[in-house]
């Protein structure tokens, strides 16, 4: 495990004075920090520019994309990862599962066969009109009326009307893929490990001479 590594490169020579009466004075520049160490090192390439270093100033984000910010106490930047650490339980595809959808068959029942049934119809009988004995006057021939015969009609049948029920509609099982479901490796707020190359940040540090 290698030690705590930052090269720092001024803009100008030495702190200037800020414009204001008294001590005040400002530099700025660039840090590399080439190998990360959580036991800080004073960058002293910095702080010897004052007296008194009241504090620095960083961009915030290094060029290789960790958090980056000055800590007082050891005047040194400290580093941190940029999101949060997500372990992963279990092995195999992911478990993002929707349940089976379904959607049952609705019962609907053939309309039944409708019949018009024969209405009885009676034959009209023969009327008769008799002889009526007497005088000699011819007597006519009885008259009859023959039967008048109805014809009965057939029976008027509709055929049952058969509906044809749907199929069963399912919708299957959504699986997510196992390629979905990977590791975070750090977390916000989590400090660098050691022997890590946090990449270059700007910065302005102020102090008293």
Known sequence: MAAYACTVTLDLS?????????????????????????????????????????NVVSEGV?????????????????????????????TGANAITTPVLTHANTAVANHAALAHANTAVA???????????????????DHALDGHVVTQPSNHTLDA?????????SAGDCTVPSGFRSAVDAAAGTEVANDVNVGEINFTAYGYR
């Open 161 to 169: 009307h058969v509906v044809t029920q749907p199929s069963n509609h």
């Open 14 to 54: 030495s702190a200037k004075r800020t414009g204001l009466k008294g001590p005040l004075r400002m530099i700025s520049g660039k840090a590399n920090i080439t190998n990360y160490n959580r036991t800080l090192v004073e960058v002293s390439n910095i702080t010897r520019n004052f007296r008194t270093t009241q």
């Open 62 to 90: 290094s060029t290789l994309g960790y958090v980056v910010r000055w800590d007082r106490t050891s005047k040194s930047f400290k580093c941190f990862y940029p999101r949060a650490a997500q372990a992963v339980a279990g």
């Open 123 to 141: 034959n009209h009988a023969n009327l008769a009109h008799a002889n009526t004995g007497g005088n000699a006057i011819p007597q006519p021939a």
